[in-house]
């Protein structure tokens, strides 16, 4: 009885600081928007980009940082 009381104790620590250490929400971070075509080369950091308004896919949103994984350069309009 008093183990479970211990395991709890220690859960309920554990929730408490992993809900400290969450990532911040408002972290600067760099979101961009890319068509989400095979052909689609490029990332636009304005979602009303002209060369998004050629996009016959879906339009998604991704980090800067996934942008530029996915072997995206940005967009020749901005
Ligand atoms: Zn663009």
Redesign the pocket.
Known sequence: MKTKTLTTLALLSFLTLMSFSTPIEDAPQTSVYLCDSSGGK?Y?Y?KG????SNCQHEIIKVSLEDAKKRGKTL?G??
């Not at 980009?49 to 998004?52: A, H, I, Q, V």
């Open positions: 490029k636009h304005s980009c002209r060369g998004l967009c309009w901005e």
